[in-house]
């Protein structure tokens, strides 16, 4: 007897130790949260507001959520960062969502590296602390006292039942999006008009814009993005009389701060053109169709956001919470 309650002891006293091992979870932070990786409407100070309300250390996990051939995650240095530079990248990913785990300690610097977006402010930076692994462990459950037998009167102790709960089968948030779009839709897109040239008059005339627009399938819930410098364009979205009149007497909409983000709500042709005197003229207008097929009400980034798991989640052994472990061990002991 003595000799089996000692193996039990050494055994749970080791369980114990490897469950207070992995309680401290790693954080997977989505950047942006529900706005995504994307221009942000409100300048740099969107991100860099995100990062000061988090708090991140090694083994974390950052989480870009962004429209696949829209955007990218280049990861610099602090010059490189500064200047919106990204011809010397230290890391690329165009996959989406991009998942990049935060090894080391100190300032991260990241952007976007398609030409115009992080001067429009699609740029963060987050500060690593040292993982502090082991100062959030939750104390072990004090054990219950052994009780002492006499050899005389101590009864032969009744085997105890106990039933292990059930493993959870909920995914890991952060790791998949908890719901995925249906096979007929896809997520909205995000569109840079004019990619890296942008909203201004074009070189080649009214083609251009065209040009850019052909092969590309827009639909309901997509986004253009209209990249021009504040105060010498804006984006007036207009009948098609007067897209092909070039006039803006009755514009539908108007919108002078850049980079504008316009969300196609309805299907059918979208006419948009500068109101600028003499710039529709000289070919800076745009027409595009939109399809109402299979789109998806979009988040604000445009993709789908994987929920953040909370920093203080309890751990977990296989599934089993590590209350209830420590209440089978504590059962064996009695």
Known sequence: MAVSRSKTLAFAAIAIAALLHSSVAQTTHTVGGNTGWTIPQGGDSVYSNWASGNSFSVGDILVFNFAAGAHDVTQVNKADYDSCSASNPMMTSTNTPAR??????????????????????????????????????PSPAPMAPRRALTPASAPSPAPTTVSAPTPSTSPVAGDVPLSAPSPSARTPMTYTVGDSFGWNIPTSGASQFQNWAAGKDFMVGDILVFNYTAGAHNVAEVTSDAF?????????????????????????????????????????????NVSGAGSTSPSPSGSTTPSSPSPTAAATVGGVSATAFLSVVAALLL
């Open 100 to 137: 990049i785990t935060l090894n080391t300690s100190g300032e991260h610097y990241f952007i976007c590296g398609v030409p115009g977006h992080c001067s429009a402010g699609q740029k963060v930076t987050v500060n690593v602390l040292a993982s502090t692994t082991g100062s959030s462990s």
């Open 244 to 288: 092909t009149a070039c006039t803006t007497a009755n514009p539908i909409s108007l919108d002078s701060n850049p980079p504008s983000r316009i969300t196609l709500t309805s299907a059918g042709e979208h006419f948009y053109l500068c109101a600028i005197p003499g710039h529709c003229s000289a070919g800076q207008q745009l027409s595009i």
